[in-house]
């Protein structure tokens, strides 16, 4: 069952029901002012970081779900009777609902006893203030008398202490109002230097700031107090909850249609400018920022500049392609995801609350695969920022915060699979833009400037930190956890409520991961091909030989009868081993020793794929491992503490699934390769929505697994990695062209039946037009007609070359 659809010309996804499985949402900014939208108009807003710098209040699973938004009331004043322009808070039944999430904007739509309304919202590129704007039409024909209720509440700014401290905080709000503009000026007087505003550009007839004063004390926003009598009742805030909500009285001829803009904006000033006189903001940059935006000439630049920057950031990679769900995918929706993740990393979302984490080093560098050829300058800067929190002994800081950009331990430390990730993420930076400077640019250790070196240096200690890291099977030792942050190998933990993410009971030096040996000498191969390029020869070769070790390693150490192990634990047990009664296969490391290639040459990559499929795969995708664990393990910790089936204890985790996926196309599977695919690829699981549940436009981290009670079920949708490695694995592998370090590789390997798969590859200046044909009795790569020798094809500035390959 579908909740709505897909238009393509206009890159939005369609919402024709309000009652979706979950709130489905979208994202508003790109740069600084961020916020969260669902369907139905919930949601918050902040600045650069969703926990210090919240502007506006959310309540997290709430009854009903999806509380807090930026609403609008709308009144009828001739029967008293009004509703809401997004459904909610009021949620009475419309006579019309579609919700359309665009790149970048939502437009909410709503008919009501012949009343059009149309909200869109949106943040204005590199503004910070984000915009709403309300269309309403009288499609009657008598003359209507509407009364218009905007509605917000503020935060009191750190989200994680506006929901606990409140002897604090139900005495600190303080707001200003001036004409059509209300102040959100909590706390500016001590050491805040900024505040937030909400205003329209129209006069009110009245106003509420306080919420009390608005909803009553013991009504709920679907029948708030100002709404039963017709107007605010201009309250001023002080303490208890500020809230802005402005009542506009509107008159419409039949036919007629009114436009009102409303800003809710962010202001930072500098301690001199902080106040107009004693006591009173200064409002001077609020009241400039607003007017710029607050005429209907000025929404409309703003949009069709999002718009046309969303143009340029696809234009990269753009496919043709008969199939309409892949491109859709590729087009438009995974770039978008990929985007919109490494912007947040896994800060804000409907699972995400915005005072968990902060900026992952693991994942922001994962994040940066499927994102570097849209901005390569931003990710330039991302790769600068995350290297300066790498420790001196190649380790790293596991999270860092986004406002401050400095490594935090709080949430864990000791992941040892981290450094690793940085490997990869520059490799592919420089791959796509041959911009080998950046590896003389210096950065510093533990944020330290004085310990400051080239980034080729942090790579190489990254590598060696694994080699100075390795157990009693000379594989590399696992620390906390390795990419799946629930086996935990040393946390030991018996108590309830103890996090698996900082409890660590036993200092070990035995336990093994054959995920991250998988990946090291995979990153190893990246980090060996660019010493060559840039003529470190002799240390590219010593590099392989560590890969060659390691390798070595794991045919003795690390594999079963038909699959490789997992790991090693505490006492040397193995996880993921045949004897195993409960998790004996695991994907990560089937995946990452077959993407390194470590059996290639006595052909037991496919068996171990073999074996992935036989044991892991299922019609909703490959589950992590199976059996799952059925009951708690001292010794394992978190993966076992999961109920059978859910995230980490054999879900699908879909962020492993393209691993599979590559280690497919490098078997040269394209069948196998794009079923993976296409069974976890939200496009084409929109015919089921109801069972997924969750936005078929954007992908979730997991989807229940075979053992779950609700096998089929997504959950945590938007901010995954497993964005970026969908996109990679699509993108580079399936359809196979992906960037080397001196030109762009030609590599598809895609199913006879997928027909013709055009391809548009901007590539550093070159434009790159590639036509894929499967199943084609003369094979080979063909340049402008003339066939070519190297499938690695150099780029020739400003030119347009013309590929053609048969497969
Ligand atoms: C979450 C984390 C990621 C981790 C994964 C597997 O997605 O953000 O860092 O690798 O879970 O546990
Ligand atoms: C839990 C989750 C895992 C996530 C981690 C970090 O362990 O199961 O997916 O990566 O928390 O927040």
Known sequence: MKFGYFDDKNREYVITTPKTPAPWINYLGSEAMFGLISNTGGGYSFYRDAKLRRITRYRYNNIPVDQGGRYFFIKDTSDGEYWSATWQPVRKDLDNYECRHGLGYTKIKADYKDVESEVTYLVPKGENIELHRLKLTNNSSETKKLAIFSYIEFCLWNADEDDRNFQRNLNIGEVEIDGSAIYHKTEFRERRDHYAYYAVNREVSSFDSDRESFIGTYNNLNEPQALKSGKCSNSVASGWSPIASHCIEIELKPGETDELIFGLGYIELDQEDKWESKGVINKKPAVAQFAEYSTSSAFEDAFKIIQDDWTKLLKPYQIESDDKNLERMVNIWNPYQCMVTFNLSRSASFFESGIGRGMGFRDSNQDLLGFVHQIPKRARERILDIAATQLSDGGAYHQYQPLTKRGNADLGDG?????????????????????????????????????????????????????????????????????????????????????????????????????????????????????????????????????????????????????????????????????????????????????????????????????????????????????????????????????????????????????????????????????????IAPAYREEISELHKQEPYVYAQMIAGKAAVRHGEAKNSWLTGTASWNYVAITQFILGIRPGYNGLIIDPCIPTDLGEIKVVRYFRGTKYNISIIAGKEEKGIFINGKQSDSNEILPEDNEEINITVNI
């Open 415 to 679: 992941f040892f699979d981290d450094p690793q990730w940085l490997i990869l993420g520059v490799c592919a930076y420089i791959k796509e833009t041959g911009d080998v400077s950046i590896l003389d640019t210096f950065v510093p250790y533990e944020n330290n400037d004085e310990l400051a070196q080239p980034l080729l240096d942090h790579l190489l200690r990254a590598h060696n930190f694994t080699l100075n890291n390795l157990g009693p099977h000379k594989l590399p030792l696992i620390g906390r956890a390795d990419w799946n942050d629930c086996l935990n190998l040393n946390c030991f933990s018996d108590q309830p409520g103890e996090s698996f993410q900082t409890t660590g009971n036993r200092k070990g030096r035995t336990a093994e991961s054959l995920m991250i040996a998988g990946l090291f000498i995979f990153a190893a191969q990246d980090l060996a091909d660019l010493l060559t390029t840039i003529d470190k020869t002799e240390q590219a070769e010593k590099t392989l030989e560590t890969a060659k070790e390691m390798a070595d390693a794991i045919r003795q150490h690390g594999r079963e009868k038909e699959w490789y192990t997992r790991a090693y634990d505490f006492f040397g047990h193995k996880v993921g081993g045949e004897e195993c009664e409960e998790g004996r296969i695991y994907i990560e490391s089937q995946s990452w020793c077959a993407m390194a290639g470590v059996g290639l040459e006595d052909g037991f990559d496919r068996i171990a794929l073999d074996s992935v499929k036989k044991h892991l795969a299922t019609p909703h995708g490959i589950v992590l491992q199976d059996p799952p664990y059925s009951e708690y393990h001292l010794e394992l910790g978190e993966v076992s503490s999961y109920p059978p089936g859910y995230k980490e204890n054999g879900g699908v985790f879909c962020h492993t699934n393209p691993w599979i996926m590559i280690a497919e196309t490098m078997q040269k599977n394209p069948e196998q390769a794009f079923e993976y695919y296409k069974q």
